[in-house]
């Protein structure tokens, strides 16, 4: 069955300090991964996408990376800030049209 | 540029009454998306639109019909709601294999 489990269900951390987010699947084909953030309230919002062939991508203080022989993907946040506070969505494509979508990190940065 | 627009923001219905979500984008994207969030669970997809004209089912689509009535324009309909269809709904569109952009999505409660 095609899976994808993220971890840690949910983080605090202070603001300023890095945190790391983990995404494992089990999805066959294989497209591509992507990293979506969530405000609460709002609709996901696209950081990255990644295909089989790239191993790391990074959008500001965002880096996501890939590795497509363990099926797991992590998302590095840098120098965290406030507005960091959403929760993270790791979502694997199967092809065109098929989405699975992990259940997300809910990640609250303290002051 | 509003890039996709969801109303009604918030619904509240009684079993067995009918509705239809609404969703419109600017972007002149091909594709276009529903789906349903519920706590705990992922993003699942209710049903897709390749290009206008077409719809096919996504994982949940019982309960459930769609409309594309222009490039523009995807909306969702509920003949006969069921509290199990109590959900957050989202819109979304794209260009295949890139960024899904979502609506800021209906809350719907079913009583």
């Known amino acids: 069955k095609n899976q994808v489990e993220q971890s840690p269900q949910s983080l605090i951390i202070l603001e300023g300090k890095n945190c790391t987010l983990q995404?494992?699947?089990?999805?066959?084909?294989?497209?591509?991964l992507r990293w979506y953030k969530q405000d609460t309230g709002r609709g996901p919002v696209s950081l990255t996408i990644?295909?089989?062939?790239?191993n790391t991508k990074s959008n500001g203080r965002y880096t996501a990376t890939l590795d497509a022989d363990t099926k797991q993907s992590s998302l590095h946040i840098t120098a965290s800030q406030l507005s960091d506070s959403a929760s993270y969505i790791c979502?694997?494509?199967?092809?065109?049209?098929?989405?699975?979508f992990g259940t997300g990190t809910r990640l609250k940065v303290l002051a | 540029n509003a890039g996709v627009t969801q109303t009604p923001k918030f619904q509240v219905l009684k079993t067995g009454q009918s509705m239809t979500l609404q969703c419109a984008q600017d972007?002149?994207?091909?594709?276009m998306y529903w789906y349903r969030q519920d706590p705990g669970m992922g993003l699942r997809l209710i049903y897709y639109?390749?290009?206008?004209?077409?719809?096919d089912k996504g994982e949940v689509p019982n309960g459930y019909n769609v409309s594309r009535l222009n490039k523009r324009e995807f909306s969702l309909r509920l003949e006969s709601a069921a509290p199990s269809q109590t959900s957050v709904y989202f819109c979304?569109?794209?260009?295949?294999?890139?960024?899904?952009?979502f609506g800021p999505g209906t809350r719907l409660t079913v009583t």
């Open positions: 995404c494992n699947y089990t999805v066959s084909p294989f497209s591509n």
């Open positions: 979502v694997v494509s199967s092809g065109t049209y098929k989405y699975i």
């Open positions: 990644m295909t089989f062939s790239e």
């Open positions: 979304a569109s794209s260009v295949p294999h890139y960024e899904q952009y």
């Open positions: 972007m002149n994207h091909n594709s």
């Open positions: 639109s390749a290009s206008e004209g077409t719809t």
